[in-house]
T-cell receptor, first 114, second 112 residues
Framework: NAGVTQTPKFRVLKTGQSMTLLCAQD?????MYWYRQDPGMGLRLIHY???????AKGEVPDGYNVSRLKKQNFLLGLESAAPSQTSVYFC?????????????FGPGTRLTVT | KNQVEQSPQSLIILEGKNCTLQ??????????LRWYKQDTGRGPVSLTI?????NTKSNGRYTATLDADTKQSSLHITASQLSDSASYIC???????????FGKGTTLSVSS
């Protein structure tokens, strides 16, 4: 049981390039999330999904797109990377078991945009 | 605006000592409050989850308390170990369960 995995672990992009971050979970969780973590700030929600084929915007969705074609995968795309998107990205998943659902986080992807 | 403020920002203690981290929040109403531990270079890991009706919850050497009247929570670490060195994040979930508001975290360093 690997839990939540993220690919890649590190990436350096040039401004304007595109890339896709992959999140996979093997816990059969319905909900999946993408967060970004910046120095001196709390984690902020980018997009989330409450089930296969559904996505919704979080607190900071601009510049990102997501897709949830399979229940176990949640993809985060950057169409035209900007230096402001330099951050550590975390994926998380949870099962909808009431309001005290626990979120399980992946190890993170460190992205640098130059 | 819903906010979660943590103090201190950073803390250094000697191995074996106890410490208490603070969390003040303005999220109201809320459904639950969580404490996470985040090791350097890793994702956050849940330590405790308390609903608004709970006052305390323990997880080994970690004990979280909640005072919903004063909107304060604390995380007490007993007999600290070197492996406790990490960032500790307080998170408050709104009443509908649709939003998690993360604090900036307290960085704890335990030295020998």
């Amino acid at each position: 049981n690997a839990g939540v995995t993220q690919t890649p672990k590190f990436r350096v992009l040039k401004t304007g390039q595109s890339m896709t971050l992959l999140c996979a979970q093997d816990m059969n969780h319905e909900y999946m999330y993408w967060y970004r973590q910046d120095p001196g700030m709390g984690l902020r929600l980018i997009h989330y999904s409450v089930g296969e084929g559904t996505t919704a915007k979080g607190e900071v969705p601009d510049g990102y797109n997501v897709s949830r074609l399979k229940k176990q995968n949640f993809l985060l795309g950057l169409e035209s990377a900007a230096p402001s998107q330099t951050s550590v990205y975390f994926c998380a998943s949870s099962r909808p078991s009431g309001l005290s659902y626990e979120q399980y986080f992946g190890p993170g992807t460190r992205l640098t945009v130059t | 605006k819903n906010q979660v403020e943590q103090s201190p920002q950073s803390l250094i203690i000697l191995e074996g000592k106890n410490c208490t981290l603070q969390c003040n929040y303005t999220v109201s109403p809320f459904s639950n409050l969580r404490w996470y531990k985040q090791d350097t270079g890793r994702g956050p890991v849940s330590l405790t989850i308390m609903t608004f009706s709970e006052n305390t919850k323990s997880n080994g050497r970690y004990t979280a308390t909640l005072d919903a009247d004063t909107k304060q929570s604390s995380l007490h670490i007993t007999a600290s170990q070197l492996s406790d060195s990490a960032s500790y994040i307080c998170v408050v979930v709104n009443q509908a369960g649709t939003a998690l508001i993360f604090g900036k975290g307290t960085t704890l360093s335990v030295s020998s």
